[in-house]
């Protein structure tokens, strides 16, 4: 993924079309005001990304309704380590 812009608000608003087509590229559009980032602008594609993930944020899990192989899966687990 390309590295996200950052552009002052003013240059954001004036020039929407154009950011709104980088975008599409970068993904996101990081907006500033005095040297703060006040927000961002993202693309299709990054909001449904973005959607999902608070989706999966929001899942409840109960220990007792999980199967023995995600408990032992859970159980052997190392902390920072990450697996597909």
Known sequence: MAEAATVPATM????FAHYQD??????????????RVVGGYLSAS????YERLKARERQV????????DIIADIEAAEYGVETL
Request: proline share 0%; charged share 25%; hydrophobic share 45%.
């Open 12 to 15: 954001f608003a004036r020039n």
């Open 46 to 49: 990054e909001l449904e990304h």
């Open 22 to 35: 980088e975008a599409i590229r970068t993904k996101v559009i990081v907006v500033t005001s005095h040297d």
């Open 61 to 68: 899990l109960l220990v007792g309704a999980l199967s023995d």
